[in-house]
């Protein structure tokens, strides 16, 4: 006997888009979350304790993300558009630049290097995946297809910067058409990811995410990690701590990387095990740090080490601004250490006086295990939507691996309600 139509494991943008699908469609739903909040990867929480409300895991939404528009309005939520970017620094040989990223002889290889990557993005949106000089585009890691660049450094850095927030993992795993992919949004221009990033949802992701399942009706339970999930022919049976919920139906709305803590039986298919013992990649840091002295809208790339994207967004009304600040978790970074975080500040903003900072560990968060999805070079393929069509009873729901826009809350969106029609499909 089932307890309940279909169980949705996961309260992120998935979890609660196939919540809300499947309670469109008349079934009784219970979603079943980890942790005692909603969101999953969408986190807004008060700056240091007690200060503003702001995003500390993805924030951003793109003037194409319409499903995701639709339903802040539908919640009663709204959106706060993102501060131009009004001042424009490199960090170049440890000085601050404003005439560009790189200077003198190195100006005309550092203008070849954009337009090959201009050139080769454009060709992979187009889906072609080699370039003229027979070079692929995929299966490439960053780090092999920065070396045939042949750009200089300064270059490279930029290069790498916008790698925090585009590949955002291991230069020598992680595939360069991530970067490639995220500078296609702006004619093949790296500098142009920003231009998109249009929104942030006030007050937060995880509150729509919240709000959408408390509209749709369906049963929440929270704090309940699951780490079983079996079917049969007629039922699917998840386990969490003591209790074992029952349904016709289960949508796994789960990152890939949150997936091996889950015991499945049977078994899953071949390909997607590959995939999960795998993971994806996305390895960044993201944290807020306030400062005085830095201008609302100043954007500074480093030197390739560290925070290597750092953008001031908001004002903090007093003289000081929330900068948020990328960089890889790799080689001797260390975001928690607010020693280590004012030798950053003190490279790419001189002036500046650092007041504190303010972050979450998304690598080493247990239901989270990773930021947004980052395909390892080479397998790509296991991230392909392809390989997470439902199993039997069972349905998978995430951003990592969905149809369109995946990486994005969009594309968590899409998943979800993707998962509710494959469930209704069964019925
Ligand atoms: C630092 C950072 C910056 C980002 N920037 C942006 C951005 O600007 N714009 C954008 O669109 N996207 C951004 N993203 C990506 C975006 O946050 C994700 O793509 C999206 O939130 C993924 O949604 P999801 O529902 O697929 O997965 P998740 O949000 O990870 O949801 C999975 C849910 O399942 C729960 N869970 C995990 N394990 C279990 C278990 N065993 N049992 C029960 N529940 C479990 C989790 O707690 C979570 O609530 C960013 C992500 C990060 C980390």
């Not at 440890?94 to 005309?108: Q, S």
């Not at 998109?196 to 509150?207: C, I, K, L, S």
């Not at 803590?261 to 306030?290: D, E, N, V, Y």
Request: glycine share 12%; hydrophobic share 45%; with cysteine.
């Amino acid at each position: 006997m089932s307890d309940i139509d279909v169980i949705v494991v996961g309260a992120g943008l998935a979890g609660a888009a196939a919540a809300r699908r499947l309670r469109q469609q008349g079934k009784s739903v219970r979603v079943i979350e980890a942790r005692a909040r909603c969101g999953g990867r969408g986190y807004a929480k008060a700056y240091g304790g007690n200060g503003p409300e702001l995003e500390f895991g993805g924030a951003w939404i793109t003037p194409w993300h319409q499903r995701l528009r639709a339903l802040v309005s539908e919640h009663g939520l709204s959106l706060r558009p993102r501060h131009d970017v009004t001042n424009r620094l490199w960090l170049r040989d440890g000085t601050l630049h404003a005439d560009g990223p790189a200077a003198g002889a190195e100006v005309t290889a550092h203008e070849r290097a954009i337009a090959r990557v201009a050139a080769d993005s454009i060709l992979l949106k187009k889906g072609i995946t080699t370039n003229e000089k027979g070079e692929p585009l995929t299966g490439v890691p960053f780090r092999d297809y920065l070396d045939r660049l042949h750009c200089p450094k300064a270059t490279r850095d930029l290069f790498s910067a916008w790698w925090t927030v585009s590949g955002n993992g291991d230069h020598a795993q992680i595939a360069a058409s991530e970067f490639l992919a995220s500078c296609a949004y702006d004619n093949g221009l790296a500098e142009g990811m920003i231009k998109f990033w249009a929104d942030t949802v006030v007050p937060g992701m995880g509150v729509l995410a919240e709000r959408m399942i408390a509209a749709s009706g369906a049963e929440l339970v929270m704090s309940a990690p699951v780490t079983e999930i079996a079917q049969n022919p007629d039922a699917v049976e998840v386990v969490s701590g003591a209790e074992r919920h029952r349904a016709q139906a289960c949508v796994v709305a789960l990152g890939l990387n949150q997936l091996a803590a889950i015991s499945f039986t049977p078994g899953l298919s071949a390909p997607k095990q590959a995939a999960i013992a795998r993971g994806h990649g996305g390895r960044s840091f993201k944290l807020w740090i306030k400062a005085e002295g830095v201008p609302v809208g100043t954007l500074v790339t480093g030197d390739g080490s560290g925070i290597e994207f750092a953008f001031a967004e908001r004002s903090g009304g007093d003289g000081s601004s929330y900068i948020v600040g990328f960089g890889l978790m790799q080689d001797g970074n260390t975001p928690a250490d607010p020693a280590w975080v004012r030798a950053q500040m003190a490279k790419l903003f001189p002036n500046a006086r650092v007041i504190s900072h303010d972050w979450h560990d998304w690598v080493d968060d247990p239901f989270a295990r990773g930021t947004w999805v980052a395909a390892p070079a080479g397998h790509e393929a296991g991230l392909d939507c392809a390989n997470w069509q439902p199993q039997g009873r069972i349905a998978f729901a995430s951003s990592d691996y969905a149809r369109e826009q995946a990486g994005w809350f969009e594309g968590a969106v899409i998943a979800g309600e993707d998962a509710a029609e494959a469930v209704q499909a069964l019925s």
